[in-house]
C-alpha cells in the first residue's frame, strides 16, 4: 500500500501518531481555535493560501481497488499523462481521484477543475474538500446563481438578459458587488467564500440577498487551488474567457470529469441547433406585440423554410440539406447579415421587457448555421408540435472532439471517471484524447458478488417487429411476478413513456404493492416529491415506473433497504431517422465502429447505469433483471461490466425467490 496513505508518523509537537504528509488532528483543532478567535477579531475569517494547508487521507482505511486508483491518478499526474478510469460505484472515485490531485496541485502550482453536471455531486465534492480540509469553490451555472427570477430562461435568453441588466446598471445584486471596484464588503464575502468548501446553494443563501453569488464565486475562485464546475465552463466555446477570468491557464489545470459517460452527449447538445415554423409564428406574434418591424424578415425565413420542405420532403418526412440551401435562399430574398442584425436589434428590446424572446432563438440559430460542416449533420424535417404540423430545421454536432480534443490535449493531465465507461477505447476516440498518453483503467467492484444477482429474461423483447398485445401481455406479466418476489422497493425502467404506459395499463390491477409512476415534463420539485414517498415505503414494498435515460434510472441514489432491485424493459435503441443514421455513418467513416459507437453502445450505457441504482453500499443487496432476449447474445453480452455474472432464464422470478430466501 502507498506510503503517502497508510505509513504512521509520530507528531513533533505532541508526539501522537499522525499520517506520513498528514496532520495531527489535536494539534490541528488547537491551530482552528486559534484561527476562529483570530476571525471573531477581525470579523473576517484568515486568507491562508492553499497551497499551505496540509491534507491527511480522511478514512482510517483504503479500499484495495480505491488505493489502487489513487495510485494510478498520482502516476497519471507525474507523468503529465491522462487517465480513464471505469470505476464501479462504491469505489470511492471522488476521495480517489480529488485526494492526490489536490496534493500533487499544491505541490506543483496547478489547479484542480473538478467537473459534474449534476448538483449531487458538487455537494459531494465539497464534501470530500471539507474532509480533506482544503478550501474550494464550487460554481454552477450562473442562470441557477441568479438571484432573479430567470429559472424558466434558456441559456442565450439569460445571458442577454443579464448582459442587458448590468450594461444599464439596473442589477442592484452587480451594483452592490462593483462599482468602479469590488466594494468593500464584497471583498470582505470574496475571503469568507474563499476560505472555506461552500456549496454554491450555500454560498447564494449567505450573500445572494446582497450580492452577485456568480462574481464572488469567480473572484474567490482566482485564489482557490480547487474549483468544481459544470462540464459547459470548460468544454464549450467560451473555454478561453472562463480561464482569463479566472487567472487560471488549461496548460496548469489537472481536469476531473466526474460521470464522463455523459460528456460527448453534452457537448454534441451543446453545439447543436435548431429552428421550426412553430419558433417562426410565436416570434411574429412577438414582433406585433412590440412593434418592432421585423416582420418581413421573419416572413422571408419563414417562406424559405417551407419552400425547402416543399422541395426536400416529397417522399419523407426528413431530408438532409446544405447550408447553403438556407444562407442562398435568405440571401436572396432580404439578404442574411440584414436579417440576423435587425433581429438581433429587435430581440434586445424584447427583452428589455420581456425576459425570454423567440426572436432570439431565431437569431442563435442563424448565427449557428454558419458554422462548420464537418462534424454536422443539417436535416429538414416535418414534425407534429401541440397538435400540428410544423417544419424544423436541425444544425446537429455529431462529432464532441470539436470542443474536446484541443482542450484535453492542452490540459496538463485529464482523468475521466465513472461506472459505465465501457469500451474506454469509445470515449478515447469520441472525445479526441491522444492515444499514446492515455491510459486505461478498469477497476474490479469493491461489493461482495454473492450480494448482488443479474438475471436475463429471454421470454421477452421490445423489438419493434415485435411490438404485439401478446407479447406486451407477457411482459405485464414477467413485471408482476418479478416486483412480487422481489422483497422491498423495486424501480422498472421502459425504453420509452409509450411503452411504460401501455405495460402499466395491462398491469397495474395485479401489482399488489403501491405504485408511483414517473411524469414526462415534472419539475424537479415534483420528481423529488415522488422520489422520497417511493423511498418511504421501503419497509413494505412498492414499485416504480420510470423510462431508461430518464430522471430517475440516473438521478437517484437509494441505498440500503429503500431500493431491493431493478427491472430493465428492453433496449432503449434511438429511434430510426436520419439524424441517427448521420451519426453513425459518421462514426463508421471515423472508427470503423459505426453501429457500436452510434448505436448500440449508448442504448446499453442507459441500461447499465439503470441497473447501477441497485447496489449502492457494500452492504446492499439486490436483484437486476434484464427482460430482453436479445441481451443474451454475444454482442449485447460484451456490452455489460466484465465482472458481472448472469442467470439465463425464462423464470426470473423462481430465481429471485430463491435469492431472496438465503438473506
Request: hydrophobic share 35%; charged share 25%; glycine share 4%.
Amino acid at each position: 500500500m502507498d506510503d503517502s496513505v497508510e505509513k504512521l508518523l509520530n507528531c513533533q509537537s505532541c508526539g501522537r501518531p499522525i499520517r506520513h504528509k498528514g496532520f495531527c488532528l489535536p494539534c490541528n483543532m488547537t491551530r482552528k481555535a486559534g484561527e476562529e478567535q483570530a476571525v471573531k477579531e477581525l470579523q473576517v475569517e484568515p486568507n491562508i493560501p492553499s497551497e499551505h494547508k496540509l491534507m491527511s487521507f480522511p478514512y482510517l482505511s483504503v479500499r484495495p481497488s480505491q488505493q489502487e486508483m489513487i495510485s494510478d491518478v498520482k502516476m497519471a499526474l507525474q507523468e503529465r499523462r491522462h487517465l480513464i478510469a471505469d470505476a464501479p460505484t462504491g469505489l470511492g472515485k471522488t476521495i480517489a481521484s480529488l485526494f492526490p490531485a489536490v496534493e500533487y496541485a499544491q505541490e506543483n502550482g496547478k489547479t484542480v477543475f473538478f467537473l459534474t453536471s449534476r448538483l449531487s455531486q458538487h455537494k459531494m465534492a465539497i464534501e470530500t474538500m471539507q474532509q480533506l480540509g482544503i478550501p474550494a469553490v464550487d460554481i454552477i451555472g450562473k442562470k441557477w446563481l441568479c438571484s432573479h427570477d430567470v429559472q424558466d430562461f434558456d441559456s442565450t435568453m439569460f445571458s442577454n438578459f443579464c448582459h442587458g441588466m448590468v450594461s444599464n446598471r439596473q442589477c442592484k445584486y452587480y451594483n452592490n458587488f462593483r462599482v468602479k471596484e469590488v466594494t468593500y464588503g464584497a471583498q470582505q464575502m470574496i475571503i469568507q467564500i474563499g476560505n472555506k468548501p461552500l456549496h454554491s446553494e450555500d454560498a447564494k443563501k449567505l450573500a445572494g440577498h446582497t450580492y452577485c453569488t456568480y462574481e464572488l464565486l469567480m473572484e474567490a475562485a482566482k485564489k482557490s487551488v480547487v474549483i468544481v464546475a459544470d462540464y459547459f465552463h470548460i468544454f464549450s466555446s467560451n473555454e478561453r474567457k472562463f480561464f482569463k477570468r479566472l487567472n487560471k491557464s488549461l496548460e496548469n489545470s489537472i481536469i476531473i470529469v466526474d460521470e464522463a459517460h455523459n460528456l460527448p452527449d453534452r457537448i454534441r447538445k451543446n453545439l447543436s441547433s435548431k429552428i421550426s415554423t412553430r419558433t417562426i409564428e410565436l416570434a411574429k406574434r412577438e414582433s406585433d406585440r412590440f412593434g418592432l418591424h421585423v416582420k418581413d424578415y421573419l416572413d422571408c425565413i419563414e417562406d424559405v423554410v417551407k419552400s425547402l420542405a416543399k422541395q426536400k420532403l416529397l417522399a419523407a418526412n426528413e431530408s438532409f440539406i446544405q447550408k447553403s440551401d438556407i444562407v442562398e435562399r435568405i440571401e436572396k430574398l432580404c439578404g442574411y447579415k440584414a436579417a440576423v442584425v435587425s433581429l438581433s436589434r429587435a430581440c434586445q428590446k424584447v427583452l428589455e421587457d420581456k425576459r425570454k424572446s423567440f426572436i432570439e432563438k431565431i437569431v442563435t440559430f442563424l448565427e449557428n448555421w454558419l458554422g462548420d460542416d464537418y462534424g454536422y449533420a443539417r436535416i429538414v424535417s416535418r414534425e407534429r408540435i401541440f397538435g400540428k404540423d410544423h417544419i424544423s430545421v436541425f444544425y446537429n454536432c455529431m462529432d464532441p472532439s470539436v470542443a474536446s480534443k484541443n482542450i484535453i490535449s492542452q490540459s496538463y493531465s485529464t482523468i475521466l471517471m465513472s461506472g459505465t465507461l465501457s469500451p474506454m477505447e469509445m470515449y478515447r476516440d469520441l472525445l479526441g484524447m491522444e492515444e499514446e498518453r492515455t491510459d486505461l483503467k478498469s477497476y474490479p467492484s469493491p461489493f461482495p458478488k454473492e450480494n448482488r444477482m443479474n438475471i436475463i429474461t429471454t421470454e421477452i423483447t421490445t423489438k419493434y417487429t415485435e411490438r404485439t398485445p401478446e407479447n406486451y401481455a407477457r411482459i405485464a406479466r414477467t413485471v408482476v411476478l418479478c416486483t412480487a418476489a422481489i422483497k422491498g422497493n423495486v424501480a422498472v425502467f421502459f425504453p420509452s413513456y409509450k411503452i411504460m404506459k401501455e405495460i402499466y395499463a395491462i398491469s397495474k390491477e395485479n401489482i399488489q404493492k403501491p405504485m408511483f409512476v414517473e411524469v414526462q415534463g415534472a419539475t424537479k420539485e415534483e420528481r423529488k416529491k415522488l422520489q422520497e414517498e417511493f423511498a418511504a415505503q421501503y419497509e413494505k414494498g412498492a414499485v416504480l415506473f420510470g423510462v431508461l435515460a430518464g430522471s430517475f434510472s440516473e438521478g437517484i441514489d437509494l441505498p440500503g433497504d429503500k431500493l431491493n432491485g431493478v427491472i430493465t424493459i428492453g433496449i432503449p435503441l434511438e429511434k430510426p431517422s436520419l439524424a441517427s443514421q448521420a451519426l453513425i455513418d459518421y462514426y463508421e467513416q471515423r472508427f470503423k465502429k459505426g453501429m457500436d459507437y452510434g448505436y448500440f453502445y449508448p442504448a446499453m450505457r442507459k441500461v447499465v447505469q439503470a441497473a447501477g441504482r441497485c447496489i449502492r453500499t457494500e452492504r446492499d443487496i439486490g436483484i437486476c433483471v434484464f427482460g430482453d432476449k436479445r441481451l443474451n447474445s454475444r454482442r449485447f453480452r460484451n456490452m455489460f461490466p466484465r465482472n458481472w455474472d448472469f442467470v439465463v432464464t425464462e423464470r426470473p422470478e423462481l430465481e429471485i425467490r430463491k435469492f431472496f430466501a438465503t438473506r
